[in-house]
């Protein structure tokens, strides 16, 4: 196909694809989905070999949220059956951090539901960073806390983080339908802040939500223009008691498209596959591999991921390795750059927040607000097309977490 040798050749370039080329990525038949594949394969071996890095949830602390973000089972209101716990201490974060690195993750990720955090919880993040550093040498942190006020970010990189999660989630265009307490431009806003202040800035989107093709290429263009190190790709989890718990929109099929897109706008940045990766690619999560290399274990902020085990098993069976602490993750062009140091060649140019359906953040994916548009536009499910809305639901594949951070049961890692 003229269009994956075009895409490859940018990939391995770092040259920006057309909106044209991302769209028919998105439109390519299920006759062509392995050489899709195999074409987004050789960019991601080109910039990160066979490596698979892998990342620890800490849900610090969860549910009680008073934003409203439709994905998430933190949110205000939601009837999710979630455990509700406020902030764990420095130590018992620190335990639950260490329970993944001994599964081999090498960087832990310390999530906080809520708008954003006061300059007290920073103290407390703070003092939680430093109390993981002292007891884990080598670990990388990044922090989840939702929008950032001035001097936040700095504070928190001061305490030893070297990363911070905010989510675009969504296209600027439909942000107003997922949530209406704050907005798209807040969620830029703590990106910038996080990359000015040093932070290795890890952003990304939540899909299945009902958006178009046209939506899933503008927040992944908005994202290589924002410049992360890292771009976590959550599915919606549709967990019972959240607003978005009918949109059971994707397909392991769609997944990849979705992977392989990433990939070809974002070459050279750590693509991870985020929340809803076993319910929704299923037994493709092999294949996903050859697109992203960066996994979460175990567990999410609020549902259960597969066992530990088994996911270190998948990576050894599909001929992958993980990256241990001693390998660096990104390529040297962007580390030599400096943080961010480019999504590729800059042709144009988060909370993370809490999704579920995605971390990067927090299961679902985010947290912020855009309400001007919100009464403007159809409701998001309508506006998905037909052929998109074929899978069934499997509701049996999606567990409520009830053990690690937040219980006395032994965390899954
Ligand atoms: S995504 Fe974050 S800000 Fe939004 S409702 Fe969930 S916990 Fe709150």
């Known amino acids: 196909m003229d269009l994956l040798n075009t895409l490859v050749d940018k990939g391995l370039r770092r040259e920006l694809p057309t909106r044209e080329e991302a769209l028919a990525v998105l439109a390519t038949s299920d006759d062509e989905l392995l050489d899709v594949v195999a074409a987004a394969g050789k960019v991601r071996r080109q910039w990160f070999g066979r490596r698979v890095k892998l990342n620890y949830l800490v849900n610090l602390k969860s549910g009680l949220c008073p934003e409203d973000c439709s994905y998430c089972s933190q949110r205000l209101g939601s009837k999710a059956g979630i455990l509700k716990y406020t902030w764990l201490k420095p130590d018992q974060a620190s335990e639950a951090a260490a329970a993944g690195l001994a599964g081999g993750a090498k960087r832990v990720c310390l999530v906080a539901s809520g708008r954003g955090p006061t300059d007290r919880d920073v103290d407390r993040v703070s003092d939680t960073i430093k109390t993981i550093k002292d007891q884990n040498e080598g670990v990388e942190v990044c922090a989840c806390l939702g929008l950032l006020s001035d001097g936040q970010a700095e504070r928190l990189r001061e305490a030893g983080a070297d990363a911070y999660n905010h989510n675009l989630n969504t296209s600027e265009s439909t942000y107003g339908d997922i949530t209406t307490t704050h907005t798209y431009a807040d969620r830029v806003d703590t990106v910038q802040k996080a990359h000015a202040a040093g932070l290795s800035a890890c952003s990304g989107l939540i899909a299945g939500m009902g958006e178009s093709d046209e939506d899933l290429v503008d927040v992944v263009y908005s994202l290589r223009a924002l410049d992360p190190d890292s771009v976590p790709v959550n599915f919606l989890i549709p967990v019972e008691g959240t607003p978005l718990a009918k949109e059971w929109n994707l397909t392991p099929q769609r997944c990849l498209r979705i992977l392989a897109m990433v990939r070809f706008v974002c070459p050279d940045v750590e693509v991870r596959i985020a929340g ?3 319910v929704h690619l299923r037994t493709m999560q092999p294949l996903a591999l050859h697109l992203a290399n960066s996994i979460f274990l175990g567990d999410y902020l609020t549902t259960e991921g597969q066992a530990g085990k088994a996911d270190l098993e998948m990576i050894a069976d599909a001929g992958f390795e993980v990256e241990g602490t001693g390998q660096v993750t990104l390529p040297e062009h962007r580390v030599t750059a400096g943080t961010g140091g480019g999504c590729g060649s800059h042709a144009e140019a988060g909370c993370g ?5 995605g971390y990067g953040s927090h299961e679902g994916g985010g947290c912020g607000p855009c309400g001007s ?22 509701t049996d594949l999606v567990a409520v977490r009830r053990r690690g951070a937040g219980t006395d049961l032994a965390p899954n890692a």
């Open 276 to 278: 809803g990766r076993e």
């Open 353 to 357: 927040s809490h999704a579920d359906a």
């Open 373 to 394: 548009a919100a009464d403007e536009q159809a409701p998001a499910a309508a506006r998905v097309p037909e052929v998109v809305r074929a899978s069934e639901a499997r």
